[in-house]
């Protein structure tokens, strides 16, 4: 089994490689006991720090509030520089803002599906644990979340920053589109 970190590395520098963005530069450290750190209650062990020394991530040590979401004790955590939300590797399956979304996996309890949330901490992306009627559209869900979906397969959802659902993978035939198809909606504020 490959170590935490490597596949946390791996995850960040894909997430951050697609966005045209740099790598950021980062300091690990050792945390010798659990210590919040910027309001989150980081676990023993490593943590990651921005330049700025800021926290870039680390694994919570108990449940707690991340945007908002509830984050199980155990699931990584990252911020922007700014402190923003950025996205949690969950440790379990979990409900976050209504939606039952997927954690962990076969490579261990925070190793799996990202759950990504807007700068504001609202939910951004998440792969549902089980298929899901998302405001009257018949989403796509799976209980080992991107392991079952093939590269840009859209097994996940997208929220609008408001809440409003922007695009999923459907169960079934909806708005012209047949089951098995990605249904993007268009942004009714626009």
Request: hydrophobic share 40%; aromatic share 12%.
């Amino acid at each position: 089994m490959r170590h935490p970190a490597f596949c946390l590395a791996l995850a960040v520098f894909a997430w951050t490689a697609a966005a045209g963005a740099p790598l950021p530069h980062l300091t690990r450290r050792h945390l010798g006991r659990d210590v919040v750190i910027q309001g989150y209650p980081c676990a023993r062990g490593y943590a990651w720090f921005y330049d700025s020394g800021s926290l870039n991530r680390c694994f919570a040590s108990r449940s707690t509030s991340f945007g908002e979401a509830q984050i199980p004790r155990g699931s990584v955590i990252q911020l922007w520089p700014d402190g923003a939300t950025q996205f949690a590797m969950l440790a379990h399956r979990a409900t976050v803002a209504g939606y039952y979304v997927s954690g962990g996996s076969f490579l261990g309890p925070a190793e799996g599906a990202i759950t990504s949330f807007y700068r504001s901490g609202k939910l951004h992306t998440a792969y549902l644990v089980h298929n899901q009627t998302i405001q009257g559209v018949p989403c796509r869900g799976s209980q080992w979340g991107l392991f079952t979906d093939s590269i840009n397969g859209g097994n996940y959802i997208v929220l609008y920053p408001d809440g409003r659902l922007r695009a999923c993978k459907l169960t079934r035939d909806f708005g012209g589109q047949r089951a098995g198809h990605r249904l993007t909606l268009p942004d009714a504020n626009r």
